[in-house]
């Protein structure tokens, strides 16, 4: 039997500022997988995350996203935007920076119910906070943690609201090596227990690898979907990107991708 598709597309194109950024993209993603999102720098990766959320219109193509039109269905997927880091003087603790994501758009403006809903909130929280193994620092300031305390609060925070789908763009990015296997481990094992499918952009697999159900190789003339080892292969990458590309592996196991072009810049 087949899963409910949570995010599908076909023929999907993309343009932006008056030109196409992707076309001819075809993509399922199953309910509860863990799906890795890459490409070189300015491919439209952040992009495919806004066509999912119904921020960006493909230009062509269909594209569906739990059911119904991209955008329709946002209150089930939770979204962790690229590059979020707070300054050391955020006085915020991380349990306020978590219940934004249950009071949803309406930053920092206290909602005007009390009683039962508020202490659901409250409640919801401290089990995301646990789930995301923050306890221990979720009511310091957000400012004052490491950014591998900040990055679990904040997956924490697009977690709140029971998400079918979670959208983390490079939520690696600014970690050290050991923070980010401890959050790729945390990111797998939230998609496991929780039933959540996540499509996680990266510019390096190698932390996620492990984990991973399917990836998603972004070029500008299409996409190339499947289990890692099939998809990141020199073969696999040559054919997608029309220009030699290389595979390497090292001794510990890791790839590492030679010969992308950059798409960016140019424009
Ligand atoms: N708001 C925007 N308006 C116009 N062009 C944009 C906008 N955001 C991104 N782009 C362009 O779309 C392309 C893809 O960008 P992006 O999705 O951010 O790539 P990636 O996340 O893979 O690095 C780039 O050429 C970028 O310059
Ligand atoms: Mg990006």
């Given at each position: 039997m087949s899963r409910a598709d949570v995010v599908t597309a076909r023929g999907a194109a993309v343009r932006r500022g008056g030109r196409?950024?992707?076309?001819?993209v075809d993509v399922t993603v199953h309910a509860g997988e863990f799906v890795a999102v890459l490409g070189p720098n300015g491919v439209g990766k952040s992009t495919f995350l806004q066509v999912v959320l119904g921020l960006v219109a493909p230009a062509d193509g269909e594209v569906r996203v739990l059911g119904g039109a991209?955008?329709?269905?946002?209150?089930r997927i939770g979204y962790l935007p690229q590059r979020h880091a707070f300054d050391?003087?955020?006085?915020?603790?991380g349990v306020d920076v978590v219940r934004l994501g249950w009071d949803g758009?309406?930053?920092g403006v206290p909602l005007p119910f009390g009683g039962a809903r508020a202490k659901a909130a409250r409640e919801r929280v401290d089990e995301v906070v646990e789930l995301v193994g923050a306890g221990d620092y979720a009511?310091?300031?957000?400012?004052?943690?490491?950014g591998g305390e900040q990055q679990r609060l904040l997956i924490a925070q697009a977690l709140v609201r029971r998400p079918d789908l979670l959208l983390l763009d490079e939520?690696?990015?600014?970690?050290d090596v050991t923070n980010q296997a401890s959050v790729s481990a945390l990111i797998q094992h939230v998609c496991r227990s929780q039933g959540v499918a996540v499509l996680l952009v990266a510019h390096d697999v190698n932390p996620i690898l492990p984990y991973l159900d399917q990836v998603l190789y972004l070029a500008p003339t299409g996409a190339i979907m499947g289990p890692p080892a099939d998809v990141i292969t020199a073969d696999t990458l040559t054919m997608l990107y029309g220009t030699p590309i290389d595979v390497l592996h090292d001794r510990t196991g890791r790839l590492v991708v030679v010969g992308q072009p950059d798409t960016h810049e140019h424009h």
């Open positions: 196409t950024v992707w076309s001819g991209p955008g329709s269905a946002n209150r050391a003087g955020t006085r915020v603790r758009d309406r930053w009511h310091r300031p957000i400012g004052r943690l490491s939520p690696l990015d600014s970690l």
